[in-house]
């Protein structure tokens, strides 16, 4: 077991012992998928019932994580998981520390000036944040070079992309050990070159949420038929491709430059953003209404379940389909390489 006072980092495939700061949904998620690797955890979370909430949500996860192979155990390993009092403790007794702090700028940079203060210097910290960029957060840390955005999506325990971003003073040893972490744990990882509020993916993802609402307040569709447009049209395609990729196949031998001949005109009109909605009263009621339209009404928990064991299905499948996808011998032998 690497100690406090050890001076170099194990490599991705030694870790034993992760702190986890923060067990809300998401960090209670990468809990699971920590345990389910054989990585003991240490927590912290100092919101009151917060170790039997994340004790619930790891044991509701893990027979998604069985399915997937992440793990042959029946049910977690309960002896390594324990609860730290405080981030400071947590964040000494691992080898490398995990923060889910809530997206309270004030609030974060209170815990990393903690763990900063009390985790030795070569011990990485890794941020689930979603939107603060990495350099704002390392103005609280003495040691920021050992501090790089992992952001991922939601539900962290299965969806496999997670957002690798370093900030100004981010060693580029580190964002390549995050990087190769993630492939380790089964993550598929992608690089971001520069900062942003909210990363990348989320700035493609809530251009489309943009549009939904923006519709659903012209009226163009009902709450049922927006979503439909996405799960029947657009995601069977997006489940294989992205959408550069999906605009070259779009035309025909000519590839890209045959649609953006054919079409070019047409597509910036296409892509022409409607007025940007409101977050009004009226438009907030009209989109909890459209929740329980979309939902018929049943709670938010059945659901997740329904999720949880349909991404299992949806995930095998595009593993399976990558694995025959042009190319993908090649693409195969490289992931294998940077994991070993």
Known sequence: MT???DSDLPSPDRVERIAVLGMGSVGASWAALFL???LEVVAHDPAPGAEQRARDFIRQAWPALIELGRTT?????????RFADSAARAAREAQVIQENIPEKPGLKASVLAEVDAAAAPHKIVLSSTG???PTRMQASCRHPERLVVMHPFNPAHLIPLVEVVGGEHTSPEVVQWAMEFARHLGKHPIRLHTEASGHMTNRLQFA??????????EGVASARDIDAAVRWGLAPRWALMGGLMTLHLAGGPGGMRG??????AAIQQWWQPAPEPRLTPEVVRRLVDAAQEVSDG??????VRWRDRSLVDVLNLQHKMESSAPGAAGGASEKKDLSS
Request: one cysteine or more; hydrophobic letters at 50%.
């Open 36 to 38: 389910a690797g054989g």
């Open 3 to 5: 100690s406090e006072n």
């Open 259 to 264: 649609i953006l001949d054919h079409a070019g």
């Open 298 to 303: 049943r709670p938010v928990a059945d659901w």
């Open 73 to 81: 155990l029946p049910e977690p390993d309960w002896a390594r998981l």
């Open 131 to 133: 939107g603060i960029p």
């Open 208 to 217: 489309l949420v943009r549009e939904a609402i923006a519709c659903l307040v």
